[in-house]
């Protein structure tokens, strides 16, 4: 199983940019597709991004598209979100996801989250 370790969120205003970085161990990172899902308070967890192995984009949420953009580097076993233009409704606890699977809202492995609150 992957292990992951998100790192990056914090408290902004409304209309800036911040970046995540979810760190994987072991060897096998390239092997996986990733993501990164959200879950505000009284919400479910929902995926934002997907990006496949070798770093084609598969999925961004409709309310995301735009402004967020997922990326990995195999090299350095990390996937990123990048999110620009950030709004109230981005608040949440964001997690990494290894193997996700959309359709069921799971995922292989999830990091333990950190917390991103954006201000009006």
């Known amino acids: 199983q992957v292990q992951l370790e998100e790192s990056g969120g914090g408290l902004v205003q409304a209309g800036a940019s911040l970046g995540l970085s979810c760190a994987a161990s072991?060897?096998?990172?390239?092997?996986?597709?990733m993501g990164w899902a959200r879950q505000a308070p009284g919400k479910e967890r929902e995926f934002v991004a997907t990006i496949s192995t070798n770093g084609m984009v598969l999925y961004y949420a409709d309310s995301v598209k735009g402004r967020f953009t997922i990326s990995r580097d195999n090299a350095k076993n990390t996937v990123y979100l990048q999110m620009n233009n950030l709004k109230p409704e981005d608040t949440a606890v964001y997690y990494c996801?290894?193997?996700?699977?959309?359709?069921?809202?799971?995922?292989?492995?999830w990091g333990q989250g950190t917390q991103v609150t954006v201000s009006s």
């Open positions: 072991g060897r096998t990172f390239s092997l996986h597709p």
């Open positions: 996801a290894a193997n996700p699977i959309l359709r069921v809202k799971k995922a292989g492995s």
